[in-house]
């Protein structure tokens, strides 16, 4: 019996705020005089940490996305040019927020719906506004389920 692992997930455009990973450009200071094989050993980790990442990266994305981001120097560069695409401006990721919650403060569960259904749709949108950056509250999440339950639950 063979097993054979699912492929890696693709960046093909969305949802580039769960994607995002790189946050730093910074290169590993050099080597002190007389360094032990430890420390060189651990330089050369640190210093190849920055090409296995842009490998992971060419890898992990869609042809298309992979010729914006081909001649990127480093991963961070890569990133950005990704953020600045997909993700948008300040004021697009703002307006987005309020985009989400004004969906979020037009839920209402329907009557076909189990509490689970429901919940799962909430948490979407929650953890949307989240990964762009703001602050959700767990006790308005459950103040929102509990004030529009349908009258069957109460």
Known sequence: MSFAPPPPPVFVGD?????SVVESDVEPPPLRANPTIAQIRQHGEERAKKHKAMACLQNSVSD???????TCGSPKQAWDRLKEEFMGSDKTRQQQVINLRREFENLKMKESESIKQYSDRIMA???????????FSDNRV??????TLPERFE
Do not use: A, P, Q
């Open 15 to 19: 949802n580039y705020h769960i994607w």
């Open 64 to 70: 298309v996305i992979f010729t914006r981001i081909m």
């Open 125 to 135: 949108i929650v953890n949307n506004i989240i990964l762009l950056g703001e602050d």
């Open 142 to 147: 459950v103040e929102k389920v509990i004030t």
